[in-house]
């Protein structure tokens, strides 16, 4: 059946609606903050996950005061919300140099350089509240300085002391682990990352820059244990609401997604073994998960969410605004439309940008960056100015 549990009830639910379990987020947060504390490294969680000032301030209550941010308006949003130390681990437009410098004024703010010539951008802004990281590709190919191309490490190394900057460290994400299909894969592809940056660190220090800070992020690679041997900061940020496809890679169980889009369901057609839901690519996104069968799922539907296991009905077909659930035989005589299914997403991040506001079990709504202009308005100000916004 897809009827949402009796926990639900009490949710006034009309349209797809992103739902938050407090208390699960909480446990996730506490596990990373021990597994940081176990292995003696920073955690400094990336927040576009969550996009969300009210779930920043429950990273506060576990002790977490720098965090990573993946554009220039999240930086803004955030330290809004009194974050001062900020890593925006992207390599920002140019054409927005003039609000990185600005923000540089009133935080910390990091930002990472990838080549000679973007260290040259970085000492133009003359921002001495800026920190410089160097990005490092330990084989994502994404973007950074390849781990292994010793003589141009060298050469932005030489070129950032050359402008006095001061280089804080080596940084990189190790996007790989998403391509494993198991928890030993992704512990394999984990270790050679944290060993690539390290090479890096040891070139970067012969040439003579010294302290240098290792920071990673990916949430398969910490939320596996995989090794930290020579890392001093983590950026995981997916591991606070966990979804579908961590679950696959051996990150998390079941238990620990924190969340679900709730869909309406709007038709149904037993003879089909289909039911249709309001719940396609605009509330989930497109991003598909294979299943050992090689199947393409969107979602499941788990009918006891926020209890039960995760491998409900499948979401097989996505459309604009449409769901088709598989639900031949998940008893889909049972389900009846105006039923509620609670989708575990494929990709919380992805899923939650879709929405500008969560509700939690608490019946408790949460404004995202996305609520207003905030993240769009085209001049920068910060608590304390007169401007309005
Ligand atoms: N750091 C950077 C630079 C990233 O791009 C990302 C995610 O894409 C992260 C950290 C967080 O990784 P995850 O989404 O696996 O938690």
């Known amino acids: 059946v897809l009827r949402s549990s009796e926990l639900l009830g009490h949710l006034d639910i009309e349209r797809p609606t992103f739902l938050v379990?407090?208390?699960?987020?909480a446990r996730n947060i506490q596990r990373m903050v021990e597994r940081a504390a176990a292995a003696d490294v920073v955690l400094r969680p990336h927040f576009k996950t969550h996009r969300s000032h009210a779930i920043g301030r429950w990273f506060r209550e576990f002790g977490i005061d720098g965090i990573t941010v993946s554009s220039v308006e999240m930086a803004r949003y955030f330290s809004d919300d009194g974050w001062d130390d900020i890593t925006l681990a992207f390599p920002f437009p140019l054409q927005q140099l003039p609000r990185v410098a600005e923000i540089s004024e009133h935080i910390r703010l990091g930002v990472m350089v990838h080549s000679t010539s973007s260290v040259d951008?970085?000492?133009?802004?003359?921002?001495?509240?800026?920190?410089?990281?160097?990005?490092?590709d330990t084989g994502y190919k994404r973007v950074g300085l390849d781990w292994d191309d010793d003589e141009t490490l060298e050469a932005v190394a030489r070129r950032a002391s050359d402008r006095g900057l001061e280089v804080v460290g080596v940084l990189t994400h190790n996007g790989l682990v998403y391509q494993e299909r198991s928890r030993e894969g992704v512990l394999r592809v984990h270790r050679e990352s944290v060993e690539r940056i390290r090479h890096a660190r040891d070139?970067?220090?012969?040439?003579?820059?010294d302290d240098i800070t290792v920071s990673i992020g990916d949430t398969p690679g910490t939320s596996a244990g995989g090794t930290l041997e020579g890392v001093n900061e983590i950026r995981p940020g997916n591991f606070v609401f966990y979804d579908l496809t961590q679950a696959a890679l051996g990150s998390c169980s079941a238990d620990e997604i924190a969340v679900a889009v709730a869909c309406p369901v709007v038709a149904v057609y037993p003879h089909r073994g289909h039911t249709v839901i309001q719940g396609g690519a605009v509330h989930l996104s497109l991003d598909a998960l294979e299943t050992g069968d090689g199947e393409r799922i969107y979602g499941r539907v788990n009918p006891e969410w926020p209890a039960g296991a995760g491998d409900g009905a499948p979401l097989i077909r996505l459309s604009q605004e449409h769901g088709i659930v598989r639900t031949g035989g998940h008893g889909a005589q049972n389900i009846e439309v105006g039923d509620i299914a609670c989708v575990l997403p494929v990709h919380a991040c992805?899923?939650?940008?879709?929405?500008?506001r969560y509700l939690t079990l608490d019946g408790e709504w949460l404004d995202t960056m996305d609520v207003g202009d905030r993240g769009h308005c085209t001049t920068l100000r910060f608590r304390g100015s007169s401007d309005e916004r």
Do not use: Q, T, Y
Not at 203 to 209: F, I, N
């Open 21 to 25: 379990d407090r208390e699960r987020v």
């Open 121 to 136: 951008v970085i000492a133009s802004l003359r921002a001495p509240g800026l920190r410089v990281w160097i990005k490092i």
């Open 203 to 209: 070139v970067l220090m012969a040439a003579g820059l």
């Open 350 to 356: 992805l899923a939650s940008n879709m929405h500008d």
